[in-house]
């Protein structure tokens, strides 16, 4: 059992940037895989960065590459999303999630945090 509780979510201005943080506690942090997933109002919930469990491995959809890092910190057990040049279309609940794979699919994700709300404004 891994339980997953995200931080650093807030308003911020077009351009701006945002650091959210996912603290772990559970089982063995290192050994499992890291991602964030975001949800609009009225959208399905999509991939937005995962991370190996090495934090050697990365990948992003399309949309964020250059913008967004992801990383993680296994002697914290943390896993970090930073957000620079933040749009409005980026506004959603930010969600980590944990799991045995570094893949794309929600559905492969076992663990999820309650979310933190991202809101940015034009």
């Known amino acids: 059992q891994v339980q997953l509780v995200e931080s650093g979510g807030g308003l911020v201005q077009a351009g701006g940037s945002l650091r959210l943080s996912c603290a772990a506690s559970?089982?063995?942090?290192?050994?499992?895989?890291m991602a964030w997933f975001r949800q609009a109002p009225g959208k399905e919930r999509e991939f937005v960065a995962s991370?190996?469990?090495?934090?050697?491995?990365?990948d992003y959809i399309s949309s964020v590459k250059g913008r967004f890092t992801i990383s993680r910190d296994n002697a914290k057990n943390t896993v970090y999303l930073q957000m620079n040049s933040l749009k409005p279309e980026d506004t959603a609940v930010y969600y980590c999630?944990?799991?045995?794979?570094?893949?794309?699919?929600?559905?492969?994700?076992?663990?999820w945090g309650q979310g933190t709300q991202v809101t940015v404004s034009s």
């Open positions: 999630a944990a799991g045995r794979f570094k893949v794309t699919t929600r559905t492969a994700y076992d663990y």
């Open positions: 559970g089982r063995t942090f290192s050994n499992v895989a």
């Open positions: 991370v190996s469990w090495s934090g050697t491995s990365t």
